[in-house]
């Protein structure tokens, strides 16, 4: 199975930085695109950023700009940069893989790790 680990989640005020990071072990799957979402209270999670195996990326509109996701192959590390934080930035965030094996493919999941943005 594909492990992820999460980190770097924890409190900031408002305009503040977080680096978070999820180390992934691939365990003879093979990783094609990985993100972020996030989920607030009492809603569904939504796609944060996104990188595939060719480096694009994607964003969602409420980050662009502030947050950058990058990914790190040799090191096994999915990260995502958010600077200027805002209030509503406030959620529990869950880093994913899409995996494959043998014609099967199916999304992993992080633990998740929790950013909230207070003053």
């Known amino acids: 199975q594909v492990q992820l680990v999460e980190s770097g989640g924890g409190l900031v005020q408002p305009g503040g930085s977080l680096r978070l990071s999820c180390a992934y072990s691939?365990?003879?799957?093979?990783?094609?695109?990985m993100g972020w979402h996030r989920q607030f209270p009492g809603k569904e999670r939504v796609l944060v950023a996104a990188?595939?195996?060719?480096?694009?990326?994607k964003y969602a509109d409420s980050v662009k700009g502030r947050f950058t996701i990058s990914r790190d192959n040799v090191k096994n590390t999915l990260s995502l940069q958010m600077n200027i934080l805002e209030f509503e930035d406030t959620a529990v965030y869950y880093c994913?893989?899409?995996?494959?094996?043998?014609?099967?493919?199916?999304?992993?999941w992080g633990q998740g790790t929790q950013v909230t943005v207070s003053s």
């Open positions: 994913y893989a899409d995996i494959s094996n043998d014609g099967w493919s199916r999304r992993a």
């Open positions: 990188i595939n195996s060719g480096g694009n990326t």
């Open positions: 691939a365990n003879g799957w093979s990783i094609n695109a």
